[in-house]
């Protein structure tokens, strides 16, 4: 069976790695336009069972070419090409998941879902860690009651060793990161649908050690179409991004000051961007070359069930992998669109069509993946008022 990787970074890389593993029959192509450079994890396959071809995501003919004779392709390019990627995928007949994280381009890709299904193959897009992985665990609070008031999703990339002032390190794209902390937020509010301001309603959470207190306030992307989905149906539903504590209140004075604007200034005769003038001057600064960060996620579901107050908590640690050097935020994000693209393959998908994680993906089959690639995942259950 060939699975197809479009992107040879850090996801990408990190999805292979999982294929390679754990489909000891499985071929994997990586495609990309620098394939020079791949994860040392991957260097025991290459030649044998890992193969890759230079492809550029702007060249159809060429990514065409790639995805021929793949049965599932996993796209860890920019979001920005999902849409066209997905379409190139349901032409050669292979089933198709990403990495997502924008759901204006979701819903593109939701008109193909006749075409899909037609064609007997599984488009799944936004499989990452968040939207992603906390989407499918919050689905599977909602359907362990028979009612749901509230779900309240938390995630946070965060270093082991924070250093001051912002207590963090590059887990992903910056850029990414920083457009999140400037755009709104999508929530349930009273069961409608409405938007907060990013790095808002700051509010603090204690977790076991050695992670310990962290801060936690709204960001954008994280609910994916969860509040389009459960709108009228479930009272409240917010997505929060996790630090230590401090790092909102830095950032909200550097978004004040106009750092995080991404609209080009004049500069003595030159035109600057700031938001990227700020990447350039801190990414030296939040690099760590050991990569040791660690992966937090919390999720929880309260209503009713057998007409008692009921609370679902599912809680998710992971850390950086020393002996394969993949980070906790790769192996979150890049072993669940592996895990993802092999449901796809083996035809574990609840039907062909286009849908989201929440929607198509089983949620203790999902689960039992995780905890065999030793991603720590913790169910529990109280009672509990659903507010």
């Given at each position: ?67 021929d ?5 996993l ?7 999902n ?26 890709q939701?008109?193909l ?24 665990l919050?689905?599977?609070?909602i ?17 082991q ?67 389009a ?29 106009g750092?995080l604007?991404?609209?080009e ?14 990447i ?8 760590n ?16 069930r ?8 599912y ?19 890049g ?20 849908g989201?994680p ?11 993946e ?18």
């Amino acid at each position: 069976m060939k699975f197809l990787v479009l992107g040879a970074g850090t996801q990408g890389s990190a999805a292979a790695f999982d294929l390679l593993r754990r489909d000891q029959d499985s071929e994997v192509v990586i495609a990309d336009l620098r394939t020079d450079a791949l994860h040392p994890a991957l260097r025991p396959w290459l030649g044998n069972r890992l193969t890759t071809v230079r492809a550029n995501a702007t060249c159809e003919w060429e990514i065409a070419a790639a995805m021929d004779g793949a049965a599932a392709v996993l796209c860890a390019f920019p979001y920005y090409f999902n849409h066209d990627m997905t379409r190139l995928a349901l032409d050669a007949g292979a089933h198709f998941t990403d990495l997502g994280g924008n759901t204006a381009i979701v819903e593109r890709q939701r008109e193909l879902d006749g075409s899909a299904r037609e064609a007997g193959l599984s488009i799944v897009p936004d499989v990452g860690l968040a939207p992603g992985m906390v989407n499918i665990l919050a689905q599977g609070g909602i359907d362990r009651l028979d009612a749901t008031d509230s779900v309240r999703l938390w995630v946070g990339g965060l270093p082991q060793h924070p250093r001051p002032p912002l207590n963090y390190q590059i887990v992903y794209s910056l850029e990414g990161m920083l457009d999140y902390y400037v755009t709104p937020a999508e929530i349930l509010k009273d069961g409608r649908r409405t938007t907060v301001e990013a790095l808002s309603e700051l509010e603090t959470l204690d977790f076991p050690d050695p992670v310990g207190r962290l801060e936690a306030f709204h960001t954008g992307g994280g609910t994916s179409s969860l509040p389009a989905r459960y709108e009228g149906r479930v009272r409240s539903l917010e997505y929060k991004t996790l630090r230590y504590p401090g790092h909102a209140h830095i950032m909200r004075a550097i978004r004040a000051l106009g750092l995080l604007s991404d609209t080009e200034v004049d500069h003595r005769g030159a035109q600057v961007n700031p938001r990227r003038f700020f990447i350039q001057q801190v990414t030296p600064l939040l690099t760590n070359e050991d990569g040791d960060d660690l992966v937090v996620a919390r999720v929880e579901a309260a209503g009713e069930r057998g007409g008692r107050p009921v609370r679902i908590r599912y809680d998710v640690i992971d850390y950086h992998d020393s002996a394969t050097g993949i980070t906790a935020m790769a192996r979150t994000t890049g072993f669940s669109l592996a895990i993802v693209a092999r449901m796809q393959a083996r035809g574990e998908v609840a039907a062909p069509g286009v849908g989201t994680p929440d929607e198509v993906i089983p949620p203790d089959a999902f689960v039992a993946e995780l905890r065999r690639r030793n991603i720590r995942v913790d169910v529990s259950e109280s009672d509990g008022d659903a507010g």
